[in-house]
């Protein structure tokens, strides 16, 4: 009975982060509202406000900011919930949102139930900083396609068409193809492509590393043909706890990977999918997909999955199916790093080769 009345009585904060100040709004037990008022986004003066406060559920949304205010609230004796932004409608797209009344908001939504923020959980430190290393590859493979996509295009429009060649060798290939008065401008970007690389295969070598010595489950990953070094790494830090999912099939949700649905009576229209998962790993198996389709996939069971739904034809069966296969794969992949089960590509094959024998 003492738990109840101390619920009922804890004070209720929203806070809405900001880059340089964030508002938030204090409600009591009665949804009375207590204070308001504004924060620079220091820790400091974080610390300040909260530390001699009594203990509260404070709601605030995933943002750059929110995983140090989570950590410093949480130390503080606060319960912090970290609200996702998505399914907040009412607050990103209100027409009339400010930063008080979006602090309101939150409040008032955690102090009703808290599961209507559909609150999700932050990763821990020393994960953050090891998926760093994988965010940091990516902007740089980034600036090296933006890079090398100038240049083909630059001489493109002096009627010069480069061959085809990997981004590695690019630099080589094109240095002598570069007429002279376009050296000025484009050999810059070529050094500049060739030190990009050097940072990449630095950064692969980094995750390789990592990999080994702290994630040693990413083995288990790679052996899905398609599957590499980043694309495993990545998807074990993103996910952090296999076991925090019920059933594998719902990592490909958890990913972004199903579709929309917006079922009304005999209406069930099929659209496109959610993205609402990260979106680095969901374009890292996107990209395992496409290479399990093209000429250079092994046959497995992912492959033949994919090329059937290609197959049924339409303009766009076989972007479907690469999304479908990249689902498929991410269940996979979950599967394998749970049970820690060896790999068989043709398992479902065999079985039904198994199955049509016995029958005959």
């Excluded at 809405?16 to 508002?23: A, I, K, V, W, Y």
């Excluded at 600036?143 to 080589?172: D, E, W, Y």
């Excluded at 492509?193 to 980094?206: F, M």
């Excluded at 999912?245 to 069930?268: I, N």
Aim: charged residues 30%.
């Amino acid at each position: 009975m003492t738990d109840v009345t101390t619920t009922r009585n804890r004070m209720t904060i929203g806070i809405d982060l900001g880059d340089r100040f964030s508002q938030f709004w204090v409600l009591d037990g009665s949804g009375e509202t207590l204070e308001e008022g504004r924060l620079t986004m220091t820790e400091g003066a974080f610390r300040q406000r909260f530390e001699s406060s009594a203990r509260a559920q404070i709601a605030i949304e995933a943002g750059t900011h929110s995983p140090w205010v989570y950590a410093l609230l949480t130390e503080l004796g606060h319960e912090v919930l970290v609200a996702n932004p998505r399914k907040l409608r009412m607050i990103f797209k209100s027409d009339s949102k400010n930063d008080r009344l979006d602090a309101e908001k939150l409040a008032r939504v955690a102090r009703m139930d808290p599961k209507l923020l559909s609150p999700i959980e932050h990763r821990g430190q020393s994960t953050r900083m090891d998926l760093a290393v994988a965010r940091a590859r990516d902007t740089l493979v980034a600036a090296r396609t933006r890079m090398v996509n100038h240049v083909r295009g630059c001489l493109k429009s002096f009627a010069i068409r480069l061959p085809k060649c990997s981004t590695r060798t690019f630099p080589q290939r094109v240095a002598g193809t570069v007429p002279k008065e376009l050296r000025p401008a484009l050999v810059p970007v070529l050094r500049m492509i060739d030190e990009l690389t050097a940072r990449i295969v630095a950064s692969e070598k980094r995750i390789e590393q990592l990999s080994k010595e702290r994630y040693p489950e990413t083995t288990l990953l790679r052996q899905v043909n398609g599957v590499g070094a980043v694309t495993a790494f990545t998807f074990v830090l993103t996910l952090e706890e296999p076991r925090r999912f019920k059933c594998s099939r719902s990592v490909g949700a958890y990913l972004g990977l199903r579709p929309k649905q917006r079922q009304s009576g005999a209406r069930d229209p099929e659209l496109r999918i959610t993205k609402a998962g990260d979106q680095d790993v969901r374009r890292l198996l996107v990209q395992s997909a496409q290479y399990m389709l093209g000429p250079f996939g092994a046959d497995s069971d992912l492959r033949r999955f994919g090329l059937a739904l290609a197959a049924r034809g339409g303009k766009s069966a076989k972007r479907r199916a690469v999304v479908a296969l990249a689902r498929k794969l991410s269940v996979l992949l979950h599967r394998l790093w749970l049970t820690g089960e060896v790999y068989e590509p043709l398992r479902n094959a065999a079985r039904r080769k198994t199955c049509s024998a016995a029958i005959a």
